[in-house]
Structures are given as C-alpha cells and as structure tokens.
C-alpha cells in the first residue's frame, strides 16, 4: 500500500527501555526522547511488555503529564522491537512520538468511533486488537472497508494474560488504533514467513473448517502423497504433521507467487485435524470451494529471503521515477522518516538464529538510512496487512518524507 504524499517533513522520534519497575523504565525512556522530541508533538506510540501491563494506566498518565494533548495509540506485548533491539519476555516498554498535523489522523476505539467519511476521509489505519474478539476476521475486513485505500495494518496484543490495546487510554477488546487521510505518506508491505511444501491446490469441496476434495482428489490423500507420508506408519507421520501448516488464499494467489514465496493474498494457518474415515482434513479457518491451499512449513531460510524482498521493494517505491542525466538531485524522491513493525511471536531472534537477530536483517534489508531510522513495535498473536489477518508473518510500515 502507497499513501499519497504530505508537503511537510513530519519529525519521529523513539526510545526504548528495560527495567523491572515500570515506572523507572518510562523515565529511562522518556530521558531519551527529551534531547530528539518534536517541538510540538501530537501522536505517540506506547509498546507495553507483559510484565508492564498491570500499570499500562499509570504510564499513560504519565505520558499524558509529560506531553498533554498528545494522542497515543499501541498495546501490551509478549515481545516489542526497536531500531535494532528485541525485548522477549523483559520488563520492557517503546515509545514513539512525531509531530503530524492534528487534522490528517484520528484515534479511535470502541468508545470513540472513528468518524464518518464525509468527516474524516481515511485512507488507511494501523490497528490494535484483542485476539479474543468474536469474529476478529470480519471485523477487519469491515474496518477495511471503511477505508478510501481498503489498507489496514498492525496486529493482535500478544500478552499472554492481560492483552491491552491503548487508543486515548486503556482498551480491553475490540479495534483500536489511528486512522489517516491520503495526506499522510505510507508505505506497507508484508513478509511472510513459510515454505510452501508443493504446488497450489484448488479447494473443490469443502464445509466450515474441513476440506473434503483438492483439485478433484480427496484432500488427505492429497497431503499424505504431497509429504510423503505412510498412514501405516503413524508415529512419523504425527510428528511430520505437527510440523504442516497450511496456506489460504483467494483464487488469485496462483499468480501471486514470488521466487517460490507465499504471496499477500495467502494466510498461514495450522492444521488442526484429520478425519481418514472421509479421507478429509481440518484447518484453522473456515473455507470455500473455490479457495487455493498449499501445505507448508515454517522456514527460517524462506522468511530471510522474503525480509530482504520487503526491504527492496519498500525502497523501489521511494525511488524517482526519473534520474537526471546531468547528475543534478532527483525529483520526486522520498525518504524514510519513521517505521512502524509488527511480527509474529514465533519470529524474532530465536526463529533467525540469534538475538535480535530479526530486527538487524530488517535493519540490512532496508538500507544505510535505516540505522538510524525511528521504529517502533511490537510481536503480535496475529499481524493485520491489507484486509488480512496473518499468523508467521512481518507487517512493516514506513513514514515517509521528501528526499
């Protein structure tokens, strides 16, 4: 998704802490922020580690004293992301703050309602929600709906015992988040993080969560044959199974495919059973004939190379369509100002292979400017990108500015 440009510079800044009290971990944080803060701040971004959440109302309170007026939007996590740093499982909290005029954003929740369009026209919206909200997945499609670009992207509160969303404070449940107006300039892309185990199937027969036929076969018979299984042989064939996920996608993704990579329109999801009496398997989500699946698993190696795509791909779009020959400064060249991330809790450093490990290949993918690039986020039970909700996936924006 591509934003339409806004005539100013905005001005992001972000800090991030640790410490077992919460509140020494806002002062270590806002001591930073201090030296690099907008003049005149107007939304800010609030990541609460797990163990912070129980005093997620005193620290808004307390943002709210440093900077009165300032809107802030975010959630409680089992993991957050900053520059180059991963907190899991650390008394942790992020910050982000920017200065973008008052009149291209709203913050909205269950007890404030984003405005109509005639009102507010958005564009696009980031969003926080409850992993515990009934119909989570048409929720999402009907806020996408609500806006001009039919873009949403964030992600699911992950705390394991108190998921919080904040949108002007504290949230239990529902859609949170800040919508904008074409105004503001955006750039977001998605990085799936799976394999594919085979070709592209096409669900013939199917009823709620259970898939009876693909591409004419029945559907077991299909992923015994696709893995190599042997049903006489039970015991490898459970501990391959555990290891299946299955992708989702809408007709379309048959020609989505990028380099062997899953592409936007393909939802990973696990597979939940298998019934040998009608040859059939289970999915986490209900299905439709009609819809594409392909068995899958979880790829260290597949979600580096798709990382790497986004990142080239999110700087192509800031690229001047034209380069003068003379050498003379490019027109019509943007920057990066600030970043937005939300990944799965399954990532991170212990899925690439080392501590922050995916926050410093995110940091390569996007290029030298991005060392010293303003980010802020945090790992999500589910990340949110276009219409979709994703599971094993990386939801990158980027704010940006003219060259």
């Known amino acids: 998704m591509k934003a339409a440009r806004h005539a100013t510079a905005p001005v992001f800044a972000a800090a991030h802490a640790s410490h077992p009290d919460a509140s020494m971990a806002l002062g270590l944080a806002l001591a930073q922020l201090e030296a690099q803060a907008p003049a005149a701040p107007t939304l800010g971004w609030c990541y609460l580690a797990e163990a ?15 900077w009165p007026g300032v809107a802030w939007v975010g959630a409680s996590a089992a993991g957050l992301c900053a520059g180059g740093v991963e907190y899991f499982d650390e008394p942790a909290l992020v910050l982000m703050l920017c200065d973008l005029p008052r009149a291209h954003f709203r913050v909205f929740s269950g007890r404030q309602p984003l405005p109509p369009a005639e009102v507010f026209p958005a564009h696009v919206a980031q969003v926080h929600a409850d992993p515990a909200t009934p119909d989570l997945d048409e929720l999402i499609k009907e806020l996408s709906q609500r806006m001009a670009s039919g873009y949403l992207f964030g992600g699911l509160a992950s705390a394991r015992s108190r998921a919080l969303s904040f949108a002007d404070g504290v949230c239990a449940g529902g859609l949170s988040g800040v919508a904008f107006d074409a105004e503001i300039a955006l750039v977001s892309r998605v990085s799936q993080g799976c394999q594919p185990l085979g070709r592209i199937h096409r669900i013939d027969e199917a009823e709620r969560q259970i898939v009876y036929r693909l591409d004419g076969e029945p559907a077991l018979d299909v992923l015994l044959r696709e893995l190599g ?94 380069l003068p020959l003379d050498g003379s400064p490019a027109p019509g060249g943007r920057r990066m100002v600030a ?43 589910g990340e949110i990108g276009h219409h979709h909700l994703y599971g094993y996936t990386g939801v990158l924006t980027v704010f940006t500015a003219p060259a």
Do not use: K, W
């Open 229 to 322: 299984l042997d049903e006489n042989r039970p015991r490898e064939m459970l501990g391959r199974l555990r290891q299946t996920l299955v992708a989702l996608g809408d007709d379309g993704a048959r020609s989505a495919r990028r380099g062997g990579l899953f592409g936007p329109d393909e939802r990973v999801r696990h597979l939940v059973g298998l019934d040998p009496a009608r040859r059939a398997i289970a999915v986490a989500e209900a299905v439709e004939p009609g819809q594409t699946l392909s068995f899958c698993r979880r790829d260290a190696d597949a979600a580096r190379r798709d990382l790497l795509r986004l990142g080239a791909e999110i700087r192509s779009t800031l690229e001047p369509e034209e």
């Open 339 to 381: 970043a937005l991330y939300a990944s799965c809790t399954g990532r991170g450093g212990a899925h690439f292979g080392a501590p922050s490990a995916e926050m410093e290949l995110l940091r390569h993918a996007l290029g030298g400017e991005a060392e010293a690039l303003p980010l802020a986020g945090f790992f999500a039970a």
């Open 52 to 66: 912070h959440a129980a005093q997620a109302e005193a620290v808004l309170a307390a943002l709210a004293r440093q």
